[in-house]
């Protein structure tokens, strides 16, 4: 599967990777990236950014490559992604945010950035505690994204991962 991840420049980004292992990856990010060889993944440019038509671009680049999967991590591409999902959805590109509604129960700052999880439509992608409090929790709340972890006996407080 090909999946995309924004922020492609960070350091962040790369540690991502991890989550994904298995998959065709590419990174992106805009302005101008790297011209880097490596076996696990690919850069793209995303163009330079423009925040009015970032989902129309950032939708036309996943097109272009084949895009399975996008997971944004940019701040400013969270709202307008989460806005645009039905959209991607009908081009069979799925984005890994949570729903637009529920975006700010995930965007309070937890102390702990040491763990983190990946889910797809609530089901885990990659957990490196492989907590079942964290599963279950994934699937009740048919989460999407990448998310810092921190585990308070059975509370579990998530944030989105935003570069």
Known sequence: ??????????????KLLKGFEGNNLILADYGEVPTFYSTACQ????????EDTLAH???????????????????????????????????????L???????????????????WIIYKDGIVVYDRLQS??????????NLSGAFYVAIDGITVKLELIII
């Open 1 to 14: 599967m090909k999946i995309l991840i924004t922020g492609g420049k960070s350091a962040l980004a790369l």
């Open 43 to 50: 850069f793209i440019s995303l163009g330079e950014k423009n």
């Open 57 to 95: 671009n950032l939708l036309n680049s996943c097109l272009d490559h084949n895009i399975a999967v996008v997971l944004p991590l940019h701040q400013f591409e969270i709202l307008a992604i989460a806005k645009a999902n039905i959209l991607f959805n009908e081009f069979n590109v799925n984005v």
């Open 97 to 115: 945010l949570p729903a637009v509604t529920a975006i700010e129960n995930y965007t309070n700052t937890i102390g702990n950035k040491k763990d």
């Open 132 to 141: 079942e409090l964290l599963k279950t929790y994934g699937e009740h709340h």
